[in-house]
C-alpha cells in the first residue's frame, strides 16, 4: 500500500479538475494502473487507499466477464428469426436500397473472422490508415499512427485482450489483429451483415452494415473490465455509431 503514491507520481496523474488536461491523442488506456494484489483482503485495502486519493477519478476490481455462448444445434443457424423480427418483411418492402447509407457497426466480442468470404466484403476500414505513406509504405503494416488515434496500424478494428493470464492463442499483448479465436463475435457479426446475395453462408440482418471487429475477450471467452473499457472508448472516439456488446453479468461497473 505505500508504493500507491508512488505509482501516481510515477505516471505523473493530476486530478481531473487540474489545468493540466491530458493531450486529445493521449489514449483513454494509457492513464489507467492496474495493480496485482496477493490476496483479497489486500485488494480491498489498495482499493480504498486508492479512492481516498484526490490524483485518482474512479478506481474498482477488474472482474472478468465470460461471454454469452450461442447452442450448438445444429438447426441454431436456420433464420427463422428473419420473419419473426420482420427484417424479410423490411427487404421486401425495399427499406434497404443502394442509396441507404453505410453504419458502422462495432462488434465488441471475442473478434472478427475478418478473411472470412461472407465477412471479409463487410468488414469497415480506417481510411487514415489504408494506402501509402510519404515513404510509399503501407499505411495497415508501416508500425506508425498515421491516423493520430493513439494506436498503430488500426486499419480494421482493434484487438484490445491484454491479460496477465496465459490462455491459448493471442492473449498477452494488444494488436492490430482482431482474429477471432472462440467462434462467438464471428457468429454475431454473421447475424448482424454477413454478405447478401453471393451464394454462401447466411444473410446478415442489415446489407448497410459495415462491421468494426472491438476484441476484448480471448479464446476462452473471458475479458476484463479493462480491456472491455479500453474498446468502448476506442468506438466512442472513431465513429462507430452502433455497438453490439453480447456479454452480460450482475456485476455494475462505474
Avoid at 453504419?103 to 466484403?121: A, F, I, K, M, Q
Avoid at 495497415?140 to 484490445?160: A, E, M, P, Q, S
Avoid at 476484463?224 to 456488446?245: E, H, K, P, R, S
Wanted: include cysteine; glycine fraction near 8%; charge should be negative.
Amino acid at each position: 500500500i505505500k508504493t500507491i503514491s508512488t505509482i501516481i507520481k510515477q505516471k505523473n496523474f493530476t486530478p481531473s479538475n487540474a489545468a493540466t488536461q491530458p493531450s486529445t491523442n493521449e489514449f483513454f488506456a494509457d492513464r489507467i494502473i492496474r495493480i496485482r494484489c496477493a490476496d483479497a483482503v489486500t485488494a480491498d485495502q489498495v482499493l480504498r487507499s486508492i479512492e481516498a486519493s484526490p490524483f485518482v477519478d474512479f478506481a474498482q476490481r477488474n472482474y472478468i466477464y465470460k461471454i454469452d455462448q450461442l447452442p450448438n444445434d445444429s438447426g441454431f443457424t436456420s433464420q427463422w428469426n428473419l420473419d419473426r423480427i420482420g427484417i424479410s418483411q423490411l427487404w421486401q418492402n425495399g427499406f434497404f436500397n443502394q442509396s441507404s447509407p453505410p453504419v458502422r457497426v462495432g462488434v465488441l466480442d471475442t473478434g472478427v473472422d475478418y478473411l472470412h468470404p461472407d465477412l471479409s466484403p463487410r468488414i469497415s476500414t480506417n481510411e487514415g490508415e489504408t494506402g501509402l505513406d510519404q515513404f510509399r509504405h503501407d499505411k495497415r503494416t508501416n508500425g506508425v499512427d498515421d491516423d493520430g488515434n493513439g494506436l498503430i496500424d488500426d486499419w480494421h478494428g482493434y484487438d484490445f485482450v491484454d491479460s496477465q493470464t496465459p490462455d491459448l492463442g493471442d492473449w498477452s499483448t494488444r494488436d492490430n489483429a482482431p482474429m477471432d479465436e472462440n467462434g462467438h463475435g464471428t457468429s454475431v457479426t454473421g447475424i448482424i451483415g454477413a454478405q447478401l446475395n453471393n451464394s454462401i453462408g447466411i444473410a446478415g440482418i442489415s446489407p448497410v452494415a459495415q462491421i468494426v471487429p472491438l476484441r476484448a475477450f480471448n479464446a476462452a471467452g473471458l475479458g476484463t473490465d479493462a480491456d472491455i473499457a479500453a474498446a468502448i472508448v476506442y468506438a466512442a472516439d472513431n465513429g462507430v455509431q452502433v455497438l453490439n456488446m453480447s456479454f452480460g453479468d450482475v456485476i455494475l461497473s462505474p
